[in-house]
């Protein structure tokens, strides 16, 4: 057409060519909105095109020509990428990559308190805990560790111990090497001060198992973990990580310590803050990114709950979270060893006769059993008692031995929450001891496993809420919603259990569980790095920030995640098949991975 015709053709066709230009960049952005809806089903994709599209009608009508289709254009590039950068703010996208201590959160206000504080020092104590502990944990023997490791910390070891031997396991370890040490964020609890510390380090290790070689795992992995410091504030620091004596008497500690890491001599308990830094937490790296800070935040859930202790001097979130997993860690050895000694006295007498009804059926071993993440979400005040609610994220795989092999319960490790009820009397005193550590809250008396409750050398309750925080309910999620709903105004504080998983966004599970499926059967080769590399790119993920992730899908050491909502395990399960297929064939290990999590975590059809 000549120019003239153009004019003309224009000015006829004005309003139709409009509203074809208007359809093609609806159409663009349809297929934004697929690629993070369809491929991660993060959100829904509608909400944001049809005010778009609202606004574009309306510019093309109130703007002159050609003026309302450059308007059109900058407002389409900036949804381009800002819908882009929206797709990119994701938990997997913050993996932390390291920074000079100074800049690192709430570094500031601790040096202020802690004026001596030796960073260099510190990093060795790290070192020296990180590597002794790798020897402690292939030797299955926490005698020289027990002093600087947290009851909790040491029951998590000691559980998977006694599984180990259950399943005539061993796992030895060789070329460990401790590449870096950083400080990634510093916060105050209490009277207390935890340092969170990334340890980059390379390994080769190996499970073995004599009786079921079906079991034998392992190899050369490269990872980062997160180890959590605590001490309490104003103390100074003793040598308990070079030198096997006393920091209060200078007498020699046993190095056949057990439940109690406690002096023979003095009586001192080295493992409490009081005398140096003490390991409170080993987190997996993409365990520790989808911690949920917000929820301790919430309607200002952190200090309302050191409110209500702002008299009490051994009060400490970090230091409950470890009695938590500490009594949870015993409710599941007596499961399996089907012994009801063993948690009798964390628990109330109400809960102890639950569990003990529920024991006899469960005839299983932890072939894996692992703490994600314990955190405290809620409190409420009633009868003359406190209770906290903490939330418990485990990450297990359950096998039954049979004559010389294994039947899998649980195809692949998997994960869940559970929400622990703990409670004591609001008017307590100091106490003497503590049943997480084998010792009378009342005297101080060593504590055996048994059924007897009463101390044998006081007389008193060992779990009454007179002395101690006993377990007095556990509920899955689904429980805790309903419990939620019909007692949120009577909480002190609380963070909404629909938030729990909330910081794991539905793709972030997809993706996570799809690295797993492409590993499912032992090979995680360059063709399936590739595909997974597409497939992050495709939904927004930045390569460098997740290769953490690719590394434990390679060791497998990647756990399955699902988020409480049956429309997105749906929506996951799906992108797995689809994973599975990728190759043209769905492998029996694949299969069975599929088969597992169907029944693990149902949905709706």
């Not at 997160?226 to 004596?245: D, L, T």
């Amino acid at each position: 057409m000549k120019r003239n015709q153009l004019t003309k053709f224009w000015k006829t066709n004005k309003e139709l060519i409009c509203f074809n230009i208007l359809a093609t960049l609806f159409l663009l952005i349809a297929v934004v909105v697929y690629a993070r809806a369809g491929g991660g089903g993060g959100s829904s994709g509608g909400g944001g095109g049809d005010g778009i599209g609202a606004l574009l009608i309306y510019l093309i009508l109130a703007i002159p020509f050609p003026w309302n289709l450059v308007v059109i254009a900058i407002i389409v590039v900036l949804y381009y990428f800002g819908n882009k950068k929206a797709k990119q703010q994701s938990i997997l996208n913050k993996l932390p990559t390291g920074k000079p201590t100074v800049k690192v959160k709430g570094y500031e206000q601790f040096i202020l308190n802690n004026p001596t504080f030796d960073e260099f020092k510190f990093k060795d104590k790290v070192k020296t805990a990180f590597i002794q502990i790798q020897d402690a944990w292939q030797q299955q023997n926490l005698g020289k560790v027990r002093k600087f490791i947290s009851d909790g910390v040491y029951q998590r070891f000691n559980t998977q111990f006694k599984m180990m031997k259950l399943l005539k396991q061993t796992n030895t370890i060789d070329k460990l090497t401790v590449k870096n040490i950083y400080i990634d964020k510093i916060e105050t609890d209490g009277k207390f001060d935890i340092i969170h510390t990334a340890v980059h380090a390379s390994i080769v290790d190996r499970f073995v198992s004599e009786a079921y070689p079906q079991l034998n795992s392992g190899g050369s992995e490269e990872f980062v973990e997160y180890w959590s410091f605590i001490k309490k504030r104003g103390v100074q620091e003793a040598n308990m990580f070079n030198s096997q004596n006393c920091p209060k008497c200078g007498a020699e500690l046993s190095q056949n310590a057990g439940d109690v890491s406690k002096c023979e001599y003095c009586g001192a308990i080295t493992n409490l803050g009081d005398y140096d830094w003490v390991l409170s937490e080993i987190t997996q790296a993409d365990d520790y990114i989808s911690a949920n800070p917000k929820l301790m935040k919430e309607g200002n859930l952190a200090g309302k709950i050191r409110e209500m202790f702002s008299n009490t001097d051994d009060f400490s979130i970090q230091q409950i979270e470890d009695k938590v997993s500490n009594g949870y860690l015993q409710i599941q050895t007596a499961r399996v060893a089907k012994d009801p000694t063993i948690l009798r006295r964390f628990v109330t007498n109400e809960l102890y006769e639950t569990i003990s009804k529920e024991i006899p059926n469960d005839n299983f071993i932890y072939n894996r059993l692992f703490l994600n993440d314990v955190t405290l979400v809620g409190a409420k005040q009633e009868g003359g008692r406190n209770i906290l609610m903490v939330a418990v994220k485990s990450s297990y795989q359950r096998v039954v031995p049979q004559n010389k092999t294994i039947n899998l319960i649980d195809y692949a490790v998997i994960s869940k929450t559970d929400i622990v009820f703990v409670t004591r009397d609001i008017n307590v005193g100091t106490n003497k001891g503590s049943i997480y550590a084998h010792s009378c809250p009342n005297c101080g008396g060593v504590v055996k496993d048994t059924i007897d409750i009463k101390c044998q050398y006081c007389g008193s309750e060992l779990n009454s809420t007179k002395n101690e925080w006993i377990i007095s309910n556990i509920m899955d999620t689904y429980e805790y919603q309903s419990y939620f709903s019909d007692n949120s105004s009577d909480l002190v504080g609380a963070a909404n259990p629909n938030k729990i998983d909330g910081l794991f966004a539905v793709r972030d599970f997809a993706f996570n569980n799809l690295l797993i499926m492409m590993a499912a059967d032992g090979v995680f080769d360059t063709e399936e790095i590739a595909l997974a590399e597409r497939i992050a790119k495709r939904w927004g993920y930045n390569i460098d920030k997740i290769q953490p992730m690719f590394d434990m899908a390679k060791s497998g050491s990647l756990v399955i995640r699902m988020p409480d909502s049956q429309k997105h395990r749906k929506k996951i399960y799906h992108l797995m098949e689809k994973a599975a297929k990728v190759d043209g064939s769905v492998s029996l290990e694949e299969q069975q991975l599929l088969d597992n999590i169907k029944k693990q975590y149902p949905f709706a059809a």
